[in-house]
T-cell receptor, first 115, second 112 residues
Framework: DAGVTQSPTHLIKTRGQQVTLRCSPKSGHDTVSWYQQALGQGPQFIFQYYEEEERQRGNFPDRFSGHQFPNYSSELNVNALLLGDSALYLC??????????????FGEGSRLTVL | QKEVEQNSGPLSVPEGAIASLNCTYS??????FFWYRQYSGKSPELIMS????GDKEDGRFTAQLNKASQYVSLLIRDSQPSDSATYLC????????????FGRGTSLIVHP
């Protein structure tokens, strides 16, 4: 049973560039959430996708955008990168929209460094 | 602004002791509560979920929820060095969908 897979695992960008991160959810899961985790902090919610639509969004600027495909995989795009965007980006999958949606299965993350 | 508060620690306990990790939350409408474990350099892993007041036990782990006090805790019995990690408390409520808000985590060190 494949878990959540993310790519790439590490990447280095310079300020102003754009980045795309990819995620495949756990088999059978239909909901994908993206989180940003800075060093020493808890994960911060970016947005959630369900049925190919953005269902909720956290307090992140429009530079952060995403997409969910018919096979439930997802992409996170960040434009005009800033130094402060350096973080671990976590993709998490879950099933449905019930109270147990908080039972998240995380991928290993994509560590982004912006120089 | 919904907040989840945890003492960042580190909490240091000897091997075999009980480790007690605490979390408070600000939103009285919160409905679902979770504990995640995150080893250094790794991603979070769900270890416990609790949805109603009281205790829930799973092996060496016990989650305790008190909605009146807006307090959730995690007890780890017979702590092992392999339990050394950061423990993240997460709380969710229904705002169109259930989105967990995470605390900053408590670092636990279990020393031999």
């Amino acid at each position: 049973d494949a878990g959540v897979t993310q790519s790439p695992t590490h990447l280095i960008k310079t300020r102003g560039q754009q980045v795309t991160l990819r995620c495949s959810p756990k088999s059978g899961h239909d909901t994908v959430s993206w989180y940003q985790q800075a060093l020493g902090q808890g994960p911060q919610f970016i947005f959630q996708y369900y049925e190919e639509e953005e269902r909720q969004r956290g307090n992140f600027p429009d530079r952060f955008s995403g997409h969910q495909f018919p096979n439930y995989s997802s992409e996170l795009n960040v434009n005009a990168l800033l130094l402060g965007d350096s973080a671990l980006y976590l993709c998490a999958s879950s099933l449905g929209q019930g109270a147990n949606t908080g039972e998240l299965f995380f991928g290993e993350g994509s560590r982004l460094t912006v120089l | 602004q919904k907040e989840v508060e945890q003492n960042s620690g580190p909490l240091s306990v000897p091997e075999g002791a009980i480790a007690s990790l605490n979390c408070t939350y600000s939103d009285r409408g919160s409905q679902s509560f979770f504990w995640y474990r995150q080893y250094s350099g790794k991603s979070p892993e769900l270890i416990m979920s609790i949805y109603s007041n009281g205790d829930k036990e799973d092996g060496r782990f016990t989650a305790q929820l008190n909605k009146a006090s807006q307090y959730v805790s995690l007890l780890i019995r017979d702590s092992q060095p392999s339990d050394s990690a950061t423990y993240l408390c997460a709380v969710s409520f229904y705002g169109g969908s259930y989105i967990p808000t995470f605390g900053r985590g408590t670092s636990l060190i279990v020393h031999p």
